[in-house]
């Protein structure tokens, strides 16, 4: 290809090769691997097999998903689903970008700029962002019609420029419209057809559906789950043996972060909250820019992002190799609440249940240690503000259209968090000052509960099982596995980072 272009470029002027170059490309991708902007099976074959979209979703399950879409949709309706907007850091600086999770889910695509159309009669309908030339230099090939058609599986597909001609039409032949809400553009919002459907409260969001849909995830779904709680298992435990060289939030969040892409996750879930001593009593704590104190506990809650699914999970430790007695007695307290409520994920228990049950026994144990002097709910939610877990699944906060109350099924995934985050300035015995405890799981609901015995193989549903969580483990693996660590870049790391 090289030596083509070279080729190329010899005989023409420049602005003729700019024309010349973007033709090449189209004239390659009809003879040998179409580039539509994201992976295919034949420009990824090791990431995606034959008949895949997205790597591990075939497009039979696409096809099958807007099926199952249409069903619960009520007769004569249509669906509306936009891609998710670029976000600017600054006026030329993109964001990276991230799809909608409805609108990958839907569509496999992984691009800004489209509108997918869902109908009873129309199938699915892509409206696709054009292809210019500008936008192809400066950015590479994008997904358009043919691709939504080949690739996407669309039953129709037209450019962005006709939604104005078509959508009208196919609205004006609809009694109720269902629309991404997370999403609306003006593209089509400001459509005549559109705000009469609006005027005569003929409008929904669409999420309640898609994420009664996503809500319980496939064989193919949950394998991807799993390869994302185990890429954050791993890279955590390293982050674990990295931590009594380099205990630095800082370093850690970057040491975490680096183990997860390297084993091919494509982004975090989330910046991974690193709070060293009372720096993890702030729940969602980002700034990661301290030293952990010699003898105070880390908190990391990480999680990264495989595919579009994602893991989430928690652990808290001391770097230094040894818990103290107070993080020791509050660590136990955690540790038994958190196994008792994984204990209770099975199908026809409720997030809000499990959730109630926690509640009372993190109550009944910070009583019994004097951290609560009475039985008072607003001092409990000093001590920890925070639900049980959520849902799970292409979104952290998974599916939040689904009730806490909905009895969980086969198929969903939840986390379970219980923590405790006492600050500096609490009113409590000195030696619990400061100190924040979480311990997180992503738990999978299966037919038999929390575990069950099948020819002596214990299936167990706990996705982030791998990584230890008991203190003597902990110790363990940081006393025993850690010597030698990256010691001969400690010096120069550290003038870094403190
Ligand atoms: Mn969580």
């Known amino acids: 290809m090289h030596c083509v272009l070279r080729k190329l470029t010899n ?3 420049r602005s003729q090769f700019r024309t010349k170059i973007v033709g090449f490309r189209s004239y390659c991708s009809n003879k040998v691997v179409v580039d539509i902007g994201q992976p295919t099976p034949a420009s990824h074959p090791k990431l995606l097999k034959d008949g895949e979209i997205t790597p591990g979703i ?3 399950e696409y096809i099958e998903r807007r099926k199952k879409l249409l069903d619960l949709l009520p007769e004569k309706s249509l669906a509306i689903i936009a891609a998710a907007p670029v976000k600017m850091m600054t006026d030329v600086v993109p964001y990276t970008f991230r799809q909608d999770a409805d609108y990958l889910y839907i569509t496999g695509c992984q691009q800004p700029g489209g509108v997918a159309v869902l109908g009873h009669d129309i199938g699915l309908c892509m409206f696709m962002p054009e292809v210019k030339l500008y936008d192809v230099t400066w950015q590479g090939q994008i997904a358009g019609v043919e691709a939504a058609l080949d690739t996407f599986k669309a039953d129709k597909a037209y450019p962005m420029r006709k939604l104005r001609e078509i959508l009208p039409d196919m609205l004006r032949g609809s009694s109720k419209l269902f629309h991404n809400t997370q999403t609306a553009t003006s593209t089509y919002t400001e459509l005549e057809a559109f705000q009469k459907l609006v005027y005569c409260n003929n409008v929904r969001d669409l999420s309640v ?9 496939s064989p193919a779904e949950l394998k991807l789950m ?7 298992c791993q890279a955590l435990l390293l982050t674990m043996l990295h931590s009594k060289t380099y205990p630095f939030e800082g370093m850690l969040a970057a040491k975490v972060e680096y183990e997860c892409r390297m084993r091919g996750a494509q982004r975090m879930g989330f910046n ?15 700034r990661n820019d301290q030293k952990i104190k010699q003898g105070d506990l880390v908190l990391m809650d990480v999680g990264c992002e495989l595919h579009g699914y994602v893991s989430d999970l928690t652990r808290t430790w001391p770097p230094c190799g040894s818990f103290s007695s107070s993080q020791e007695e509050l660590y136990e307290l955690i540790l038994e609440t958190n196994k ?4 209770l994920c099975k199908p026809g228990a409720s997030i809000r249940e499990i959730h109630n049950y926690s509640v009372d026994m993190l109550q009944k144990g910070f009583k019994e240690i004097g951290l609560l002097k009475n039985g008072g709910s607003s001092s409990y939610h000093k001590l920890n503000p925070t639900s049980i877990g959520h849902y799970l699944g292409m979104d952290i906060h998974d599916c939040s ?6 009895p969980l099924k086969p198929g969903v995934v939840i986390t379970i968090e219980p923590g405790v985050y006492i600050p500096s300035s609490y009113n409590c015995p000195e030696r619990y000052r400061g100190i924040g405890i979480r311990i997180e799981d992503e738990v999978l609901i299966t037919e038999t509960g929390y575990e069950s015995k099948v020819t002596n193989v214990v299936v167990t549903q706990v996705l982030t099982a791998s990584i230890p969580k008991e203190v003597k483990q902990i110790e363990s693996l940081l006393n025993n596995f850690c010597n030698g660590m990256g010691v001969e870049n400690q010096n120069n790391m550290r003038a870094t980072f403190s």
């Open 272 to 286: 991974p909250v690193v709070g060293g001593g009372p720096n993890a009593s702030v729940i969602h704590y980002s």
């Open 340 to 343: 008792r409520c994984v204990e």
């Open 226 to 232: 799993k390869e994302a709680a185990s890429i954050a």
């Open 11 to 13: 005989s023409i002027s």
């Open 401 to 406: 259209m689904v009730s806490f109350d909905a």
């Open 58 to 60: 075939s497009s039979d």
């Open 209 to 217: 559906y898609t994420h009664q849909l996503r809500w319980i995830k």
